[in-house]
């Protein structure tokens, strides 16, 4: 019995301790909840060093390499039209036929007195190697000969007027003449543009003016393909700047054999001034605050707020000139809920 009763405190005492214990952790356990609960989620990205090519952007309308209004050089009917609207044509091909029976009978009836001339010419020069007639008769139908040879040059001539050819290879636009219709000097028949390639002339700042250079490779984008970058060279510079923008006008020449780009469009160009190696990050990283430029670096879950110096800039991305090193974990998304030494949740780890 007294055994009993002299182990009872014992056993007392260990139920109390574990009591305690118990009560002890339970606020540890759940202030650890507690953090857990208020760590705000966001997402990292990696500082990395990567190739950083330094652009010069500027827009330019597109032109043809070669671009004219097709006319005629005389006043006459249509007689034949050898094209439809949008043909491709090549240098030289016949597009249209001016009525010309008047020149064709002139170069006709020229080419007849002609051969009678060089008959009369014989004649005259077998009848004076025998002292029939005199070296001047001889001489008049020899300065005969060459005249009327002189005149159907000039028939000839004018008779090719009547044909109106393509000047060099391309495509043609809308027909604005019809079969009979009668034609002057100047009057639009069709156009005709060389878009085998295509020029872009495009602004460039003052500042940037050391950096381009004719030779220099230029990319060159459209809304009407998007995705899809064209290649091109500078092939000139202006001499003089624009003394009011302070920029001067740049020409490139951009391959378009597929004939996807036309003369009108609006490009964006892209001149690559040069390829620096530096630190990267996705630009939504920064929290600007006055004119100092912050973000947030993770450490053990915990954000740290940093300032950092930019550098250039692209569409998406920043350089950073200091502040940060290689291979830090830097917060892109969810910025604006973190605060500086707040505890954060990474969702993309």
């Not at 309308?61 to 006459?76: G, H, K, L, R, Y």
């Not at 302070?246 to 892209?270: E, H, Y």
Request: proline content about 4%; charged content about 25%.
């Amino acid at each position: 019995m007294s055994s009993r009763l002299s182990l009872s405190p014992l056993l007392l005492g260990a139920v109390l301790l574990a009591g305690v214990v118990v009560y002890l952790n339970m606020p540890e356990e759940e202030s650890k909840k507690n953090a857990s609960a208020r760590a705000t989620p966001v997402k990292t990205a990696l500082v990395s060093s990567r190739a950083f090519p330094i652009t010069i952007e500027s827009l330019g309308t597109a032109t043809a390499n070669e671009s004219v209004n097709i006319t005629a050089q005389v006043t006459d009917t249509v007689k034949t039209i050898n094209f439809d609207d949008g043909d491709k044509v090549t240098e030289g091909e016949l597009l249209v036929q001016l009525n010309n029976t008047e020149e064709r009978a002139r170069v006709e009836e020229l080419r007849a007195n002609i051969d009678e001339a060089k008959r009369q010419f014989t004649r005259i020069a077998n009848l004076r190697q025998s002292n029939a007639t005199s070296e001047q008769l001889l001489d008049e139908q020899q300065a005969r000969v060459k005249a009327l040879q002189a005149q159907l040059d000039i028939a000839l001539a004018q008779l090719n007027d009547f044909q109106v050819r393509a000047p060099f290879s391309g495509f043609l636009g809308n027909r604005e003449i019809s079969i009979g219709s009668l034609v002057q000097p100047g009057d639009t028949i069709t156009s005709l543009d060389d878009i085998s390639q295509i020029k872009v002339d495009f602004s460039v700042a003052e500042n940037h003016l050391a950096s381009v250079a004719t030779g220099q490779s230029v990319s060159a984008s459209s809304v009407a393909y998007p995705g899809v970058e064209f290649t091109g060279k500078i092939t000139s510079i202006d001499t003089r700047l624009d003394p009011i923008s302070r920029s001067i006008r740049v020409r490139a020449i951009i391959d378009n054999k597929d004939s996807r780009l036309r003369p009108g469009m609006l490009l964006t160009i892209v001149v690559e001034k040069r390829v620096l190696n530096a630190l990267v990050l996705p630009e939504k990283a920064l929290v600007p605050v006055q004119d100092k430029q912050y973000l947030y670096v993770v450490k053990d879950d915990v954000a740290h707020q940093t300032e950092v110096v930019i550098g250039e800039r692209r569409p998406g991305l920043v350089q950073i000139v200091s502040g940060l090193n290689e291979g830090d974990e830097v917060i892109t998304e969810g910025t604006l809920r973190v605060r500086d030494q707040s505890p954060v949740n990474v969702l993309n780890r």
